[in-house]
């Protein structure tokens, strides 16, 4: 089952500084931190804060290359954890046909932004993620977890690093 979830910012690890995109359960209280590179959570960024670039970043040209070809976005879903890494599909319908792309995550949500299609994340993603900060044996990890847990939106603010 696929729940839908919404971006609710960017924001930097505390331990690491890596930008970690965070999304959150639109009709609950799930929230699923994606570690995410530098250059990625600037392209989320620029469209999060509505920043327009003198020429087409590579997300907008994908976008703009859709749209060319008619070719709509469904929607993204992160459909997997493996070994702490987050795997991602794009859903796309063309005349009917419809088919699923890989992706890394940042690359599907920077590309859902854009083209203002619906996020989902596999349930199993959800629990996964969760048995996985619960077996995690380093005190950094389970701290920021819980640390995350207990944002509330005022905490989850805009991207800054």
């Known amino acids: ?18 930008p970690i995109v965070i999304l959150k359960d639109v009709n609950g209280t799930a929230v699923l931190p ?11 960024a620029l469209e999060i804060e509505k920043v327009s670039t003198p ?6 040209l994908l976008k703009n290359l859709l749209l060319g070809l008619e070719i709509r976005v469904d929607k993204i879903v992160v459909n997997d954890l493996k070994d702490d890494t ?4 794009i859903w796309l ?14 690359d599907a949500l920077a590309l859902a ?3 203002d299609c619906p996020i989902y994340v596999e349930d199993e993603v959800l629990k996964n993620s969760k048995v996985s900060s619960a077996a995690s044996d380093k005190v950094s990890n389970e701290e920021l977890r ?5 944002l509330n ?9």
């Open 93 to 106: 319908e063309r005349a009917g046909q419809v088919i699923s792309i890989d992706s890394r995550p940042s």
């Open 34 to 44: 994606i570690w995410v590179g530098i250059y990625e959570a600037n392209a989320i």
């Open 113 to 115: 932004l854009r083209v």
């Open 55 to 60: 020429r087409p970043m590579t997300h907008d």
């Open 146 to 150: 819980k640390w995350l847990e207990n």
């Open 1 to 18: 089952m696929e729940v839908e979830m919404k971006i609710r910012g960017l924001m930097l690890d505390p331990v690491t500084n890596m």
């Open 86 to 89: 987050f795997y991602a599909l």
């Open 153 to 161: 939106d005022e905490d989850i603010g805009r991207y800054k690093m």
